[in-house]
Structures are given as structure tokens and as C-alpha cells.
């Protein structure tokens, strides 16, 4: 286990420096930063001084170690247009972020597994069509209609819901969260479920086709033929015996949703880091984004590392090495 | 129809069980028409080639059998209860208590991801009302008793720590557990190496003796069968094609289909240049002829095999046949 965690982090440094140099290479094609940070009328002398200031006068390499150096000291850098230092741009809007990531990560859940379950047991019935239909219709929806739609029934008709922003929040150690008020998980619910669709349909068709898969076991039926009910044997033998890959698309899915929520951050005016992530690239932030890919790539190896533990949780047969 | 006589009352009697599966290309009957008795105390063969309905029997007894398949007809009397009629309600009530099953491959009926003592606790949890201490204790005796050293440390263990056998020992374990009438054992040991088949019978009938219980032992293997079983029904395209005492089955049976099966036994003792086999293949299910069903196999075939299904009537000692002209009755080899 210690061998394991050790060899992980040695990992994760490897994937963040490669993560840093490719941001660095691919930032240098897309336009000179200069531009977007000065007036329009700014004089020669004054992008020459504009250019010093920001670093922007040497070459990629030297400005490539500059910013590494900075990095061993604990300094991720500075925002071209903010003018403030780039990670707590990043952190104080990720709580926002992390907030109807896991209210929607919740919803799919609860809903997808024992949708799933129910369809991997009785692949033949109608609701099981139905169910699957439904995935599927989850899957090709694009997230964005599906929040346009839930903002002009909710918010719009019916007044149910605000359309925007976000709501009420309180302190807890130090962290703002809207969780905990009213008025806040008005502001989520919307939000929050429009990112649980699709990862609502995909855990749900990868449970159920783990059901389906497990439901031949051998165990199953001896289980019943030991007395336990059709419920218990579904839940209490079946479920976990299927739950490796749904454990591992929810992994790629939470990451995923954390790092790329822009879309619906977008659409609900939600102060969260993905609607940062793409004013940065508009205005070729490089310092932003660098460190934005870079945070991404170590929520991704974390939540990787998590998985693979519960994976040994899940089936005693699965060991770290 | 005449009955084989009894004498002592049955515990398990079986009156023209039907289960048939409805597939897309036609209805498989895999039962049909299949009828015994199982007196208390009693260990049965139930013998045939794969495909024979074998298995079925006993998945119908415990009311297992899943769409396309269902049972069409018949009795499943357990001392007078008809369980082919019984609500899945009282078959869970039934099944692990009153009847226990046996599964062929050890290796994939214990669940991979609950240790053996979670899986032997389930049984007594769903079938007595003991607390957790006595719970323990019992599981930890039947697993001494199956021959399992350390027992109270394997009870923390998984079922991939345990060799073949070993898991064969946890499953009679739990089978046993709630002190079931019935143990119906489907190829308890086909799985297995050769060398602890013979041990996990014995295992076997000491158990079910131990236990005052009952044990249809289901097999394509006759020479598994004759050391335990009292006696035995064989199995043919669903129907019962004989049935007797272990000991006239095996030294004189008089259908040729179970004089095929006893031939392509390895015998060392009289070594033949070629192993004996019966010709042909079992005939399509969906699709059987008139008449009887083993006649395009049967050395002894003739015309009236094919126009008439032979009934099953006794023949000689204590067996009963389903032929128009069983061995032993004149004019054969």
C-alpha cells in the first residue's frame, strides 16, 4: 500500500509537469497575450513595456523555467488580466463549482442505480424499455438545451426556480456554501440537475449492463436457492459484484464534470471556475489556464487513486500493487 | 400407471412434473411427464446424458426455473405440500430450510465479494431465529464437520482463498446448515479432480445421514452414482426410462439406453480393446419422433418402437422400463 502510494504520487508529479509543458507549447500558437491586455490605440513603446512587464519578451524556454522556478516556490504565477495571483482566481471559485458537481453526482446516482439494477434484472419487461429509452435520450441530449429548457419551464413559466446566479450562502470553516440555505438550493437545483443527465443515462446503462452480466452468475441462483429474496439477492449479492466499471465511469465522470462544467455554468450564470476557464482562453490568460489544466490533471490523478482504492474495497480478489 | 411400492411414506413425490421452456425455435420439453418418490432417509441417482432434463428436475422442485421456462403440470408433493402451486413466498420459506441445493461448479456458486462466514450467516439468518453469538458457533461447527481446519479464521476468508474442494466442503456447509430435509446436489462433484471426487461424496452421504435428510444426487456419471445412491431414476429426452434399486440397475438393467450408459463405464478389470459407446445423439427436443424416443440409438429397436411410445411398467426385481422389449425378457443378446 505504502509502495502503491508512493509510486502514485511519482505518477502525478510526471502528469502534471508533462500537463504544464504542453499548456505552455499549445498557449504560444494561439496569439500574442499582449494584445488582449492593452488598449487598442497602445503606442510600439508601450506593448515593448507591457510585454516586459508580463515576462513576455523572452523566449518560450527561459519563460517555460522563469515559471517553473516560481512553481518550486510555491508561486503558480500571476493573471495577465486580473492582475491576481492565478490560483486563488481558480480556488475561490471552485467552491461553487464543487457544489453542484456533488449535488448532481448525487442525483445520478441515486436515480441511475436502481434504474439500472431494476432494467439489468428484467431485460424483457416494458419499463426496461422504457428506462433504456430514456438513457439514450439522456445521452444525445445536449446539455445546454436541457438547461434551456429546464430555465424557460421553471424559471420562466412557472416561477418555481431563479434562472441565474447563485444564491444565499454560509460559511463553513472557511468555505462558502449555498447548501445550507433555502434560497441557495433553489439556485442549485437547476444548475445541478442539468449536469446529472448524462451522467445519469451513462451510470445507469453501465449498471444495468453489469446486471445483466452478474444476473448468470452461478452465486445468484444459489443465493435464491438458499432462500433470499429476488430484492436481496439483486442488491445484496448482484449490485456489488457489477459495480466495478459503474465505480470507475463515475471516477472519469466527477472529474470531468468538476473540471468542465463551463457550458452550465454558462447557461445559470454560475460563479464557478469552468465559466473562468473560458473567459481565460478568450483572452489568452495563459498563467489561468496553466495552472487551471494543471489543478484538473491533479483532481483527475486523485480521484483515480480514490477509485483504485475502492476497487479493492468493492472485490477482496483486486490488490494495489 | 402402476407406482414402485413404498414402505415408508414419501417425503418428496413427483406426479408428472412438466416443465417446459418456451423458445423462439419451439417449446423444449425439457421435463415431461417425469414422476418418483423420495422416502426419508433415501439418496437417488438421477441419471442422464447432458441435456436430458436433468438439472431441470431440480431447479423445478425449488420453484428456480426462469422464463422461458415453466412448470406446465404436475405434483412436487413435499410431505403432502404441492410446491409446484406454492407462492414464491412459502418456496423462500422452503428453500434452504426444507430443501437445499447443491451446485455443480464450486468455483463460481460462492459470491466472490462476501467472505464465507457472511455467506453461511445469510443462511441462518434467513431460516432460524438464533442470535448472533450461536449463529457463529454453528457455522464454525458445520465447517469442522465438512473436514475444515481453522475454521473460525475461514470464516474471515474469501471464497478465491479456498482450493476447488475446499469450496465444495463451504457450499455442503451451508446446504447443511439449516438442517434441510432435502439436498438435491446437481453434479456435486463433475467440477472437481478426480482424486476429492470420491472424497466429497462420502462427505456427502455422511452429511445427509448425520442429518436424518433425504439427497437426490444428479448425474450424468453412473459410476459416481452406484457407491452412494440407494437408488436411481435415468433420465432420457425428459422422460423416466427406468428406474430400481442401485444395485438391479447397475448389475441387470433392463432398458438398453441405461445398459448404454453402464458400458461406457472404463471397467479395468475386464480391459476391452475399445470403450463402448451408445451410437448417435440425443434428438432434438423441440422436434421428437413418434414412438420412442431412444429407438434410432437402440440396438434392439423394431417396428412397433416406432409406432408406439412405450409406458413405463416393471420388468423385472425392482425395475421399472419405458420399452416394448427390455433386456432380459427373451431374445436378446
Known amino acids: 500500500m505504502f509502495a502503491y502510494t508512493i509510486k502514485r504520487l511519482i505518477q502525478m508529479v510526471v502528469v502534471l509537469w508533462a500537463v504544464s509543458v504542453i499548456v505552455f507549447l499549445m498557449m504560444s500558437f494561439t496569439g500574442d497575450p499582449v494584445f488582449m491586455v492593452i488598449p487598442i490605440d497602445s503606442s510600439e513603446a508601450e506593448i515593448e513595456q507591457a510585454r516586459r512587464i508580463l515576462g513576455l519578451d523572452r523566449s518560450l524556454t527561459e519563460q517555460y523555467f ?106 463553513v470553516f472557511g468555505v462558502p456554501t449555498s447548501l445550507l440555505t433555502a434560497d441557495g438550493w433553489s439556485h442549485v437545483l437547476l444548475p445541478a440537475i442539468t449536469l446529472s443527465v448524462g451522467t445519469l443515462a451513462i451510470l445507469l446503462r453501465i449498471t444495468r449492463a453489469g446486471m445483466m452480466e452478474v444476473s448468470r452468475q452461478d452465486y445468484m ?74 489543478l484538473v490533471a491533479l483532481i483527475f490523478v486523485v480521484i483515480n487513486f480514490l477509485i483504485d482504492i475502492l476497487y479493492t474495497m468493492i472485490d477482496p480478489r483486486i490488490t494495489v500493487k | 400407471m402402476t407406482m414402485q411400492s413404498e414402505s415408508r411414506d414419501p417425503l418428496l413425490s413427483v406426479r408428472d412434473l412438466r416443465t417446459w421452456f418456451h423458445t423462439f425455435s419451439g417449446v423444449v420439453k425439457a421435463v415431461n411427464d417425469v414422476s418418483f418418490d423420495l422416502a426419508q432417509g433415501e439418496i437417488m441417482g438421477l ?131 439449516a438442517h434441510p430435509r432435502l439436498i438435491i446436489a446437481d453434479e456435486p462433484t463433475t467440477a472437481l479432480d478426480v482424486t476429492i471426487q470420491s472424497q466429497i461424496l462420502k462427505l456427502m452421504k455422511r452429511q445427509v445421514a448425520d442429518h436424518g435428510a433425504s439427497m437426490i444426487l444428479v448425474t450424468h456419471d453412473l459410476a459416481v452414482v452406484s457407491e452412494v445412491v440407494d437408488k436411481i431414476t435415468v433420465l432420457y429426452c425428459g422422460q423416466v426410462v427406468e428406474r430400481g434399486d442401485v444395485r438391479d440397475v447397475i448389475s441387470a438393467p433392463s432398458h438398453p439406453y441405461t445398459r448404454g450408459l453402464i458400458d461406457s463405464i472404463p471397467n479395468p478389470d475386464h480391459r476391452q480393446p475399445r470403450l463402448s459407446q451408445i451410437p448417435g445423439t440425443v434428438p432434438d427436443i423441440r422436434n421428437l419422433p413418434k414412438g420412442c424416443n431412444f429407438r434410432d440409438r437402440c440396438p434392439r429397436a423394431q417396428a412397433l418402437c416406432a409406432q408406439e411410445e412405450p409406458k413405463l411398467s416393471p420388468t423385472r426385481q425392482s425395475l421399472f422400463a419405458a420399452c416394448h422389449f427390455p433386456i432380459g425378457t427373451g431374445g436378446d443378446a
Open chain 2, 47 to 177: 441419471v442422464g446424458e447432458s441435456g436430458g432434463g436433468k438439472s431441470v428436475v431440480g431447479f423445478s422442485i425449488l420453484g428456480l426455473i426462469d422464463p422461458p421456462g415453466r412448470i406446465e403440470g404436475g405434483q412436487i408433493l413435499l410431505d403432502g405440500e404441492d410446491l409446484a402451486k406454492a407462492s414464491e413466498d412459502r418456496l423462500r420459506k422452503i428453500r434452504g430450510r426444507e430443501i437445499a441445493m447443491i451446485f455443480q461448479d464450486p468455483m463460481t456458486s460462492l459470491n466472490p465479494v462476501h467472505t464465507i462466514g457472511r455467506q453461511m450467516d445469510e443462511m441462518l439468518r434467513l431460516h432460524t431465529d438464533m442470535d448472533e453469538a450461536a449463529r457463529r458457533k454453528r457455522c464454525i461447527e458445520m465447517l469442522e464437520s465438512v473436514g475444515i481446519s481453522q475454521a473460525e479464521d475461514r470464516l474471515r476468508a474469501y471464497p478465491h482463498q479456498f482450493s476447488g474442494g475446499m469450496r465444495q466442503r463451504v457450499v455442503i456447509a451451508i446446504a447443511m446448515l
Open chain 1, 221 to 294: 441462483k444459489f443465493a435464491r436457492a438458499k432462500g433470499v429474496s429476488r430484492r436481496g439477492v439483486l442488491y445484496g449479492h448482484g449490485l456489488r459484484n457489477g459495480l466495478i466499471p459503474v465505480v470507475t465511469i463515475f471516477g472519469l465522470q466527477l472529474g470531468d464534470l468538476i473540471a468542465f462544467a463551463t457550458i452550465t455554468e454558462t447557461i445559470f450564470g454560475w460563479p464557478g471556475m469552468g465559466k473562468l476557464l473560458v473567459d481565460s482562453i478568450y483572452r489568452a490568460d495563459r498563467p489561468v489556464i496553466v495552472v487551471y489544466l494543471m
Open chain 1, 66 to 171: 522563469i515559471f517553473l522556478g516560481n512553481l518550486l516556490q510555491g508561486d503558480f504565477g500571476t493573471s495577465y488580466v486580473f492582475r491576481q495571483p492565478a490560483i486563488d482566481l481558480i480556488l475561490e471559485r471552485l467552491p461553487a463549482t464543487l457544489e453542484i458537481v456533488v449535488v448532481a453526482m448525487v442525483i445520478a446516482t441515486t436515480i441511475a442505480i436502481p434504474l439500472g439494477v431494476y432494467a439489468g434484472a428484467n431485460p424483457g419487461r416494458p419499463l426496461s424499455r422504457l428506462i433504456m429509452s430514456g438513457s439514450l435520450l439522456g445521452i444525445s441530449l445536449p446539455g445546454f438545451w436541457v438547461g434551456m429548457m429546464l430555465i424557460y419551464f421553471f424559471a420562466v413559466e412557472w416561477r418555481i426556480f431563479p434562472s441565474s446566479g447563485r444564491g444565499d450562502t454560509v460559511e
